[in-house]
């Protein structure tokens, strides 16, 4: 029975006698190191290539290469053998000529219709055959549909890669099995309402920010979060995870603690540079990792500048642009939840910005616009929480003392006129001038009366200051 030719692999048998006679003339022209010898002149590995002499093949080989016999395929070798098949052959010189029997080797050939294969070679010199390598018996294995999915896969981690590197959207690769570990640690204590324990113990979020592992982030964290590189994120990460970023991260660990591994919620970050930073954060424990964390992606998208423009549309609400005091509408809701309130003593303080209007009709609604930002500043210096100063028209401001007495509301009267004072010689021109009433309710009074009567005495006083200003250009004009 012919077991080479009944065996299931392919097989080739070879006469290597030439390669031998060539290992010989080049190890007596000094060759010590095969590999560097021979890649120093790649023509001494295609001499040796050609050196080779097919003696027989198999069956399974003839079915492989898609030959109709071993004729067909010793005369076409050279397309079996293509591409690469020089590096190939090198690493097998380097093993046969370092004192093995036995060499192995991969390679990519062809079949007859010109098909690739990925092949696997194991070659044996026979026994009895060492001095002459004259019978060389190779193993052709076929192994592309392993090496295809090696590629694949090779691919998929490269494309994967690629995604996570040039993602838009900050990703952070953790591992939370520390933190998994701090948890259980208090469960097993006993500890069933993880809520309260954290309201009690407020320096365990410290403690499990702490325990965060960054292995990893992509191009565009390192962006957001002004980082030069990853060494210097991560030796910088308390500046990160700080301040704002603990109660999002509390709420975080209290879903771990009730088994919930994908979490989404906004979060607030800091960039090294001390930008505060808002962010939708994607939490989820990676599939295989359910039972220890140990790899965790976490998706940060940017939303900084809608929470900033939120904010600014807010602001609008209830400011004043132009004077940065509270508008009329958050004076009437606050003097509603005063009124609401009724546990204090409340005074109000009304004033009216003097010459504002003949301003506007001499030198334009510019100079106007200065002066009554000028009024803003001073109320602003001059008020205080939870004290509230506010324009409520045109010339109008009006100022809320929710707890303070007369006593302290003819001192924040005396103030505001020091302020202008002040303002008045930092500014040249027109002078800042107010007329102010102050009123502080009475028993039983709603807070809207205490207003008119504090607006009544405003009124009083701006009446004087009209009249003290028309006597003063008569003496002026006699």
Not at 23 to 37: H, I, K, L, N
Not at 113 to 122: A, E
Not at 213 to 239: E, H, K, M
Not at 350 to 356: E, F, M, P, Q
């Amino acid at each position: 029975m012919d077991l080479f030719a009944l065996a299931p692999i392919p097989l080739w048998l070879e006469d290597w006698s030439g390669i031998r006679r060539l290992v010989d003339q080049w190890r007596a022209e000094g060759m010590d190191d095969p590999r560097a010898f021979l890649s120093a002149d790649l023509t001494r590995v295609r001499a040796s290539a050609q050196a080779i002499r097919i003696i027989d093949v198999n069956p399974a080989t003839l079915r492989l290469f898609e030959a109709r016999d071993t004729a067909e395929l010793v005369n076409r070798l050279g397309e079996v053998f293509q591409g690469a098949m020089l590096e190939n052959h090198l690493e097998e010189i380097v093993q046969i000529a370092s004192g093995s029997p036995e060499f192995t080797s991969s390679a990519v050939n062809h079949t007859l219709s010109g098909r690739p294969l990925d092949i696997q070679l194991k070659g044996r010199i026979l026994p009895g055959h060492e001095d002459t390598w004259d019978r060389v018996l190779v193993a052709t294995e076929d192994v592309s549909e392993r090496e295809s999915a090696r590629r694949q896969l090779a691919e998929s981690e490269v494309y994967a890669k690629a995604l996570f590197e040039n993602s838009p959207v900050s990703l952070w690769v953790e591992d939370f099995s520390a933190i998994r570990e701090l948890l259980e640690d208090v469960r097993a204590t006993g500890v069933s309402d993880f809520r309260t324990f954290l309201e009690v113990h407020p320096d365990f979020v410290t403690r499990c920010a702490s325990e965060i592992r960054v292995l990893s982030v992509n191009r565009q964290t390192l962006q957001l979060f002004r980082a030069p590189d990853l060494d210097t994120l991560l030796s910088r990460l308390g500046d990160v995870f700080r301040d704002r970023m603990l109660h999002p991260f509390q709420e975080q660990l209290i879903d771990l603690w009730n088994g919930k591994l994908f979490q989404s919620r906004e979060v607030v970050n800091y960039s090294l540079e001390g930008e505060e930073m808002h962010f939708v954060l994607q939490f989820d424990v990676l599939p295989g990792h359910e039972r220890d964390w140990s790899l965790v992606q976490i998706a940060l998208t940017d939303i900084t500048a809608r929470k900033k423009a939120e904010a600014y549309l807010e602001y609008l609400g209830k400011h004043d642009v132009l004077t940065k005091l509270y508008n009329r509408s958050f004076f009437n809701d606050e003097m509603n939840r005063i009124e609401r309130r009724r546990t204090e003593t409340v005074s109000v303080l009304v004033a009216d910005l003097n010459g504002l209007k003949a301003l506007n009709d001499q030198l334009g609604h510019a100079a106007g616009d200065t002066l009554l930002r000028r009024a803003g500043e001073v109320f602003t210096e001059a008020v205080s929480r939870p004290w509230t100063a506010a324009r409520i028209g045109g010339d109008e401001f009006a100022v809320l003392m929710p707890g303070a007495g007369a006593a302290e509301a003819e001192m924040l009267m005396a103030s505001i006129e020091e302020l202008c004072e002040i303002n008045n010689q930092f500014y040249p021109g027109e002078a800042l001038s107010l007329s102010m009433g102050v009123a502080t309710m009475r028993a039983g009074e709603r807070l809207e009366e205490v207003a008119r009567r504090a607006d009544l005495l405003m009124y009083q006083v701006k009446r004087r200051f009209y009249e003290r200003t028309h006597q003063d250009r008569r003496g002026a004009m006699s």
